[in-house]
């Protein structure tokens, strides 16, 4: 079993938390990380550009000219891509499609080993218990003052996002939070520190325990 300190509110260390090695002691591959990191961003990506083709524009019904005798061109239409306000050729249009299809056994694996990455390099903190009395930024400020990643990026993951928290966690720079049946690749990614509470390491296993049966 994989283990590390265990902290409290204050930033002392009162013991040692283990965790599972399915979850926090799995071979890290790079390029599966990659793979996940890249689908679940290309997933989650809004088209909103969008241009109108030249039988979208409006008008442009009437033939401008006569086909022959006026030495000009031919034209048939004056919302023809070369006319101005008429319609666009090849521009972006809101129904592409940048999904990227990752299997979950994958999607797994890969956050295992973040998580795990994570805890050779000594980037996860555990905290006995993580509640602050009232939605206070002061309150979650000094407290994350106490802990190793202070002034550092941190993923504040909880087991249940206590309302407090999240109010006071929003003033605060370089601090994130999710709860723990939301983790993600690309928020583990993004912050250097992961910070959860004992609760949220069980919650973590279950959630990942039951996305693995369901996947066979």
């Known amino acids: 079993m994989a283990a590390v300190k265990l902290y409290n509110m204050t930033g002392k260390v009162v013991g040692e938390q283990t965790l599972p090695d399915r979850l926090f002691a799995v071979p890290v591959r790079p390029t599966v990380v990659h793979q996940v990191a ?24 009437r033939k401008p000219w006569k086909q022959k005798g006026t030495g000009r061109a031919r034209t048939g239409s004056s919302r023809n891509p070369q006319w101005r306000g008429g319609g666009v050729a090849f521009g972006p249009r809101n ?4 999904k990227l ?10 956050l295992a080993m973040v998580l795990s990455d994570k805890v050779t390099n000594d980037k ?13 930024t002061k ?15 941190s993923l504040l993951v909880l087991a249940d996002l206590d309302t407090n928290v999240v109010r006071a966690a929003q003033n ?3 601090l994130a939070y999710c709860a723990a049946d939301s983790l993600n690749i690309v928020d583990l990614l993004k912050y250097e520190y992961v910070v959860l509470d004992q609760a949220a390491v069980k919650k973590i296993e279950d959630t990942y325990r039951k996305a693995k049966a369901k996947s066979k």
């Open 124 to 136: 996860l903190i555990v905290i006995d218990q993580f509640t602050i009395p009232a939605a206070k």
């Open 38 to 61: 890249v689908a679940q961003q290309a997933n989650s990506r809004e088209v909103l550009a969008h241009t109108k083709t030249k039988g979208e524009v409006r008008g442009g019904g």
């Open 101 to 110: 299809k990752v299997n979950k056994a994958m999607k797994q694996a890969a």
């Open 139 to 153: 309150q979650l400020r000094d407290t994350m003052a106490n802990l190793p990643s202070a002034k550092q990026g």
């Open 172 to 174: 605060i720079a370089k």
């Open 95 to 98: 129904d592409r499609n940048f």
